[in-house]
């Protein structure tokens, strides 16, 4: 009967997945070459000091140049990354572009710019990410305060003694440290004096609260008191809206990142920025 009746839903869902796998293994294999052959690119997006306005540093961001499918945001291949290991390579290769990228930027301008590469919890749990860190350096010969490493607190709570050995070995290299989308990831306050951390940053959707009513936009207050007791730097992720900058101003937040001040941007276009802003 259910031939009578055409196919079975069954073949229809067994097709549906065949083509979700098949899409992933496409996927995975153009990643590969993308890794082989340049097609990957990072994205810097300023990050500004809010009292003048002026570029301290940028979060570089991956972006995946693909020869048939334009270009692809992270969104679309980070977590394929972090499930086939290629998380690995890619996260060495950001590293060492991003540094080499700074580097050039802090001799040109003179000035102390850092930058934020984001690492994923499968790198944090390589027992090779201290190294790796340090051969960066050595190979960039970058100063190791330029760069930051943005890890995403939900990612410390599945193995913490581990992690927070690693993040100290990590530290210890001069390498700052920052827990990204902060506020949105945890329930205990109390392991947050145990993680060597430079810099907490708000997550967007405490800074979207500011100017909606949404009492969440108090999240956002008690986050920057927090890091003011704590002694730790505070970035405000995602303003997108001038009320929002006036908002956290207000809160004494010292930096903040968002498209209300600059989208991420290719390098030329954002050393075109810098070099503006120098002027
Ligand atoms: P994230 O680290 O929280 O990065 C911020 C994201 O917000 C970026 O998305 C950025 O383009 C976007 N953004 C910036 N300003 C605004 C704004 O004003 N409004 C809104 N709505 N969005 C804004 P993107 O580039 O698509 O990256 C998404 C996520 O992918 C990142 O979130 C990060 O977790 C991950 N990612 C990016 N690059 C890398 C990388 O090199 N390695 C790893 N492991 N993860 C990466
Ligand atoms: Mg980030
Ligand atoms: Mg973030
Ligand atoms: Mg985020």
Redesign the pocket.
């Known amino acids: 009967r259910a031939k009578a009746a055409g196919r079975s839903r069954i073949e229809v869902f067994d097709d549906a997945l065949r083509e979700r796998a098949l899409s992933r293994l496409r996927t995975e294999s153009d990643l590969r070459v993308a890794l082989d052959s340049d097609q990957l690119f ?2 810097y ?1 300023p990050i500004i000091r809010m009292q003048d306005g002026s570029i301290a540093g940028f ?5 995946w140049s693909h020869p048939e499918r334009g270009t692809i ?3 679309e291949f ?1 977590a394929l ?2 499930e086939t290991g290629l ?1 690995l390579r ?2 060495r290769w ?1 590293l060492k572009e ?1 540094a080499l990228q700074i580097k050039d930027w802090r001799q040109r301008t003179g000035r102390d710019l850092f930058v934020s ?4 919890g ?2 944090l749990m390589d027992d090779d990410m201290a190294a790796a860190v340090a051969q960066v350096l050595e190979e960039t010969g970058v100063e190791p305060r330029a760069l930051k490493l ?1 890890i ?1 607190e939900s990612l410390l709570l599945d193995d913490t003694a581990r992690c927070v050995q690693m993040l100290h070995d990590i530290r210890k290299l001069g390498v700052r440290l920052c827990l ?2 902060f506020g949105t990831g945890f329930s205990n306050l109390s392991y947050l004096h145990s993680y060597p951390v430079d810099t907490l ?1 708000i ?2 959707s405490f ?2 609260a500011a100017t909606d009513g949404d009492r969440r936009a108090e999240i956002a207050r008690i986050i920057t008191m927090l890091a003011a007791a704590l002694d730790l730097e505070v970035v405000a ?4 809206r001038d009320a929002e900058a006036a908002f956290l101003r207000g809160l004494h937040c010292e930096y903040a ?5 600059a ?2 941007m290719p390098p030329e276009e954002a050393e075109r920025h810098l070099l503006v802003q120098a002027a």
């Open positions: 990072l994205a997006q979060e570089a961001l991956v972006r945001l992270p969104g980070i990354a972090e998380i890619l996260g950001a991003a590469v984001n690492v994923s499968r790198q943005e995403t990204d989308d940053k997550d967007r800074v979207r992720e995602g303003v997108e990142q968002g498209y209300f001040f989208r991420p």
